[in-house]
């Protein structure tokens, strides 16, 4: 029996985590505690070291609480949070609104607009669906909107902030695959935008052919001269887009590493909020309070997933994945990549972005690193595929924030809508963004250099 269990620890301690992972425990205290469980039982059947526990602490304090670079997580969430409490965004969204008033669908491809720029901005999902829920939505059925139509564009619009950079999805990618932050950051920009444009194209078009969907503001509503329409730009666009020129420039410039432009990004939100004048103790103290409860999610399901990786790998963990592709008949890199995507979009369903990287990358990387993607990228290099497979790997990720039943996204909106819009005009409301979403991964799958001419360009895959 327990030469048996020797052998099989490794595929057991895989199953357990499949089971427990539905059990409603925190998904860091599952992983943490299957790892010592395994652990312990490794040394009762002679297959795993004593001094391998002594060896998992600075481990973990090495690769994660002394890691800088996940520094910009929480800072991140403090300027998201500041630019939220203070009214700063909502001043944006009124601008975008006013802006697009005579275009058919104005308020909801405001929306969109205002999700962009706000990612751009902060990069938090949750704050940005909540604020988009609470400031537009309202507008949008007032004006007579779809719910489903209007549900969905705030929805897809607020997951735009995972994608598009400064994104805290990267940060953790770029860690965990060993990629710069900063090549990340400029690779994920062109695909984020991408959906963003395929966002408002499909609105636009649907606006167009059915009106009755997204009715028009009325003519008079926008600025009645030049100069109302410069104090119009001058109080709710400019600052918002002063901020991303401030946060990514520096960052693509080479003037700052991603963790000094997350500090830069919250001294300017803290700088506008000030202006606006609704910046008090109030707003920091929340602003703080949110960073904190983010950050410390962040670092237990790190450590959790640090020990759990380290004991499955030590107990034959890779041997045994290697085992089961070669049984499933994947033979070539091109199936390997659609099975990892196609394992990754079905655990959307289920969980959350970040305990999908923890459990996937941890199984597929070192299988994905023997790949050859030479002539599809345009180059050799395992820096090259990396950063590619980051960019596919994070769109396929955006779609767990909007895929029932337990996509963050619907889960944050549920709470903030009013009662007259029921859970199913969200579902039926997301689905046209989820294809799109999936029309995205593809493109991005198919055209490589969506990804990879940014940071070509700016000469950082050399």
């Not at 059947?45 to 910009?72: D, Q, Y």
Request: hydrophobic share 60%; proline share 6%; glycine share 10%.
């Amino acid at each position: 029996m327990s030469a048996w269990l020797a052998q099989h620890l490794a595929p057991l301690m895989f199953a357990a985590l499949a089971l427990l992972l539905f059990s409603g425990y925190p998904v860091g205290l599952v992983l943490g505690g299957l790892a010592i469980l395994f652990g312990a039982l490794g040394i009762a059947v002679g297959v795993f070291e004593p001094i391998h526990f002594a060896n998992l602490m600075p481990r973990i304090f090495g690769a994660v609480a002394a890691n800088s670079i996940l520094v910009a997580i929480p800072l991140f969430i403090v300027m998201g949070t500041v630019l939220e409490k203070s009214g700063v965004a909502g001043e944006l969204l009124r601008c975008l609104q006013l802006l697009l008033r005579r275009v058919p669908g104005g308020l909801a491809l405001a929306v969109t607009a205002m999700g962009t720029i706000m990612a751009a901005t902060t990069g938090i999902v949750g704050a940005s669906v909540i604020m988009l829920t609470l400031i537009a939505l309202p507008a949008m059925l007032e004006r007579g909107y779809d719910k489903a139509l209007a549900t969905g564009t705030i929805a897809a619009a607020g997951t735009l902030g995972i994608l598009i950079p400064p994104s805290i999805m990267l940060v953790v990618l770029g860690d965990l695959l060993s990629v710069s932050v900063a090549t990340l950051f400029a690779a994920a920009l062109l695909p984020g935008l991408l959906l963003a444009a395929l966002y408002l194209t499909y609105i636009a078009l649907l606006s167009r052919a059915r009106p009755a969907l997204a009715p028009a503001l009325p003519p008079d509503s926008g600025p009645r001269d030049a100069r109302d329409l410069l104090r119009l730009m001058a109080r709710g666009f400019l600052p918002p887009a002063a901020l991303v020129l401030l946060v990514l420039g520096s960052i693509f410039g080479g003037w700052a590493t991603p963790t000094e432009a997350a500090g830069v990004g919250t001294l300017g939100a803290l700088a506008l909020a000030r202006g606006c004048g609704r910046f008090d103790r109030r707003t920091l103290r929340e602003a703080l309070a949110a960073a904190a409860a983010t950050n410390a999610m962040v670092f237990l399901l790190f450590f959790g997933a640090t020990a759990f990786s380290f004991v499955f790998r030590a107990l034959g963990g890779d041997d045994v994945t290697r085992d089961l592709v070669r049984a499933a008949g994947i033979d070539s890199g091109w199936e390997l990549m659609l099975l990892v995507q196609a394992v990754v979009f079905l655990l959307g369903f289920f969980f959350d972005w970040i305990e999908i990287s923890l459990i996937v990358l941890p199984l597929f990387a070192p299988l994905l690193k023997e790949v050859e993607f030479a002539s599809h990228l345009g180059a050799d290099g395992s820096l090259v595929f990396l950063t590619w497979f980051a960019i596919v790997l994070a769109v396929n990720l955006q779609t767990s924030f909007l895929t029932p039943p337990f996509g963050f996204t619907l889960f944050c909106m549920r709470g903030a809508v009013p009662a007259s819009v029921t859970l199913p005009q969200i579902y039926r409301g997301i689905v046209p963004f989820v294809l799109l979403q999936l029309l995205g991964l593809a493109l991005t799958i198919a055209l490589p250099q969506l990804a990879l001419w940014l940071p070509r360009r700016a000469g950082l895959l050399e």
